[in-house]
Every structure is written in structure tokens, then in C-alpha cells.
């Protein structure tokens, strides 16, 4: 089977291919291509030298393994395939349905004749039982939907024609998101597409190990994130919101569903940082989706509200390059965004749908970074605009910035 290979994140992995020590785990929303990740990895190997049978590719979901659900079964199955010489490449999919899996992997990892990759339910394997089971030798390898470049790539791959305006692709990346599968299927099909993941993450990450007393209350709270990503929430007006839609709830309950969207990597939060105190500010965050699909998905309208989605956009697009993100405050206003890579790297940036309405606009849109004293990079990200050069920062168009693979 052809791969789609997703460079952005096999260079990430490539260094530790080879490691016995450390066990790679592979997290990312259920169906932005994690399994097809480790499936190139193995690739890979073989492609350098690997032999067939010193690698050990176990889909815990498929036929033949899905009556392996204890410990000890898991240890026998290994065992019974670890024939060869020399280090063994071990690649474990789904590994959530074998309980105490830990234990197993910790023993082989010990062993250091096996490089373990791991990949399975986000809401298990980001809780404290990884962290505290596997003493902290692994490293976790957050993989996203599709960004842009990847979006026009994986429609290359796949033979499908691409618009040779590039405004047309990004907004239909806007509106169809970046699951990888959904672009095999027709418009109409990709939609019911994404809601069936919805539903698939609330059965296999949420239901099967947290109880939910009240399914629609929660799907109640899950709407109403979706439905407000990219804006300025707080848990009282988030109370009031609902409370007046006819669904109260208690504080306590709502902070426990909010934690249980991120940890399935539905929603991702973030938070304010005070630039003029150099601290983070509490009480207010924004939350942008795993993939706008979520957005239209459970949505009719399909007009496209660009200062939210660009915002995401860009957030995801950050993330995916390695940034930590948060929202920046300069007195009275606001940058979109505060980025920070490798605890040494920083960058601020703007977005906007447009700055060419009017002089204000601009204005509006340039003055949270002039604000900002220091010597780090400041980027205004706009839809389609005519480039601009104003007072050192940079600016870009998001589409072609985000084609090119740009770091910030």
C-alpha cells in the first residue's frame, strides 16, 4: 500500500528510530493519521536495511489481535513473534485495549534490544498512569490533521487536481479541514465523514473510561466549544451561556468536560500571558479546534467566519512546527499570538482577515505589535492581501506562507 509520507514529523522521529531507551508515542484527535505515520516509519526501516522480521507491527484493532486484552497476553503474543537477531522494532497500534500495557512495554524497553512505537487512545495514554508507569523514558510525538502544504500534497498523491488559484484550495481547506481520509470522499460524504469521528471518540477515548452521567449535557458543553472556537471564554460566562440556553451546570462538572475534550484532542486551550508583567493571566482562555471539519461538521451554515478560522488555522499551523502558543496582552490590546520554540525562540503574530479596508484597519491591526518593545520577530498574517512593509514587522499572506512550510 502507498503511503503519503508526512515529512513534517518523520524528521522529528528519525533521530530516535534506532533508540532502544526511549519509547515513541504517537498521540494526535483519532483519524489525522497516526497509524499510517507508524506504517511509514516501518517503511522506512526496511527501505534502509531493516529485515522483514526484526520488525513486529501489531494493530491491536484488526482481526486476530482484538481477543489480546490482558498483560500477559500482550507479553506472549511479542515473545512469540521475537525470532530474529539484533534489535527489534516494535510498533504497537491501539495498544489502550490490553490493560496494564505499561508494565509490558517498561520490561521491553528495559531489555533495550527492542524500539518501541506506540500509538492509541489519547484520553489513556496522556493521563498520569503513562508518566508514572513508564518512569519518563519516552517521548510523545504529537501529530496534527493535515496542515495546507500537506492538504495539497496528499491531493498530489492521490491524483486529484489542484486548482491552480490558490485561494480556491485554501478556502476549501478551510471548509473541508484536514483529515487525512475525508479527502477521498465527495463533498457531500465528508461531512458525515467528521461527525463520525465525533461520535467515534466519544465511544472508544470518552465513554469506555470516564463515566458521563448526562451524554446530552456534555454534548451540550461540546457544541458550545465548537460552535465559540477562537473566542475570549471564562468558566462564569461559559455557565451563563448555557444556563440560559436552558442546560445549567455545575462549575466542577464543566471544568471536568472541558478537560476531557482536551485530553481526546478535540479542543486545545490557550492561554493569556501579560507581556508588560511577563505573567500568565488566569480566568480568561481562547480554544481552537483539532480541525475546523469539527466546526462545519456540526454545523449547517457553511459561510466561513475568517477571523476565527484564520485564527486556527494558524494556531494549528504553529503548533505542528513545534511552537508552545499563547494569547499576548499589551495593556488594553491584544496580539493574536505569542510564539515560543525550543524555550529560547520567540515570535509575535497578528492575524486578519484583511488590513485594505481602511487606514483604521491597518492601524487596529498593526498597533498590538508596534507596542511591543523587544527585538523579536513580528509577523501580520492576512488572507490575501497586498504586501505591506511598515516599521520592520512582517507581513505575509497566510496561504502561500503556510504552502511554503515557513517557520515564523
Avoid: W
Avoid at 20 to 48: D, Q, Y
Avoid at 296 to 314: C, F, S
Avoid at 339 to 362: C, F, G, H, P
Wanted: net charge neutral.
Amino acid at each position: 500500500m502507498k503511503l503519503y509520507r508526512r515529512e513534517n514529523y518523520l524528521q522529528k522521529i528519525r533521530g530516535f528510530y534506532h533508540d532502544p531507551g526511549i519509547i515513541k508515542v504517537i498521540t494526535g484527535v483519532r483519524r489525522c493519521g497516526k497509524s499510517c505515520l507508524m506504517e511509514t516509519i516501518a517503511l522506512e526501516l526496511k527501505e534502509n536495511g531493516i529485515l522483514e522480521e526484526n520488525i513486529i507491527y501489531l494493530n491491536l484493532d484488526k482481526r486476530g489481535f482484538r481477543n489480546i486484552k490482558t498483560a500477559d497476553q500482550l507479553d506472549a503474543l511479542i515473545e512469540q513473534k521475537s525470532v530474529a537477531d539484533g534489535i527489534k522494532y516494535l510498533f504497537i497500534d491501539e495498544i489502550q485495549n490490553v490493560k496494564d500495557f505499561e508494565e509490558v512495554i517498561n520490561g521491553y524497553r528495559e531489555e533495550e534490544a527492542y524500539s518501541i512505537f506506540i500509538t492509541g487512545s489519547n484520553s489513556y495514554l496522556l493521563s498520569g498512569e503513562l508518566a508514572t508507569k513508564l518512569t519518563g523514558r519516552y517521548l510523545e510525538f504529537e501529530l496534527y490533521t493535515l496542515s495546507f502544504e500537506e492538504y495539497l500534497g496528499m491531493k498530489v498523491f492521490l491524483g486529484q487536481e489542484v486548482d491552480t488559484d490558490l485561494m480556491v484550495e485554501f478556502d476549501a481547506y478551510l471548509m473541508e479541514g484536514g483529515f487525512p481520509k475525508a479527502l477521498q470522499y465527495a463533498e457531500a460524504d465528508k461531512k458525515t465523514y467528521v461527525q463520525g469521528i465525533i461520535a467515534e471518540i466519544f465511544e472508544k477515548d470518552i465513554k469506555r473510561r470516564i463515566k458521563i452521567r448526562k451524554a446530552s449535557v456534555f454534548e451540550s458543553v461540546q457544541r458550545y466549544i465548537i460552535n465559540n472556537f477562537g473566542a475570549s471564554l471564562s468558566l462564569t460566562n461559559i455557565l451563563d451561556d448555557l444556563k440560559k440556553a436552558g442546560c445549567p451546570i455545575k462549575r466542577e462538572t464543566l471544568k471536568r468536560y472541558l478537560t476531557i475534550l482536551e485530553e481526546a484532542k478535540i479542543i486545545y486551550p490557550c492561554y493569556r500571558f501579560d507581556l508588560k508583567s511577563r505573567k500568565s493571566i488566569s480566568g480568561e482562555q481562547k480554544y481552537y479546534l483539532a480541525d475546523l471539519g469539527f466546526y462545519y461538521a456540526m454545523n449547517t451554515d457553511k459561510r466561513i467566519n475568517y477571523g476565527p478560522v484564520l485564527e486556527n488555522i494558524v494556531y494549528l499551523y504553529a503548533k505542528s512546527k513545534g511552537y508552545d502558543i499563547s494569547v499576548g496582552r499589551i495593556g488594553k490590546l491584544e496580539c493574536d499570538f505569542i510564539l515560543e520554540r525550543n524555550n529560547i525562540d520567540y515570535s509575535y503574530v497578528q492575524v486578519a482577515m484583511t488590513i485594505m479596508n481602511d487606514i483604521k484597519t491597518e492601524d487596529r491591526e498593526y498597533r498590538p505589535l508596534e507596542q511591543i518593545k523587544d527585538n523579536y520577530p513580528k509577523y501580520l498574517l492576512t488572507r490575501n492581501d497586498l504586501i505591506q512593509h511598515r516599521n520592520g514587522i512582517e507581513h505575509y499572506n497566510i496561504a502561500p506562507f503556510m504552502r511554503d512550510g515557513r517557520l515564523f
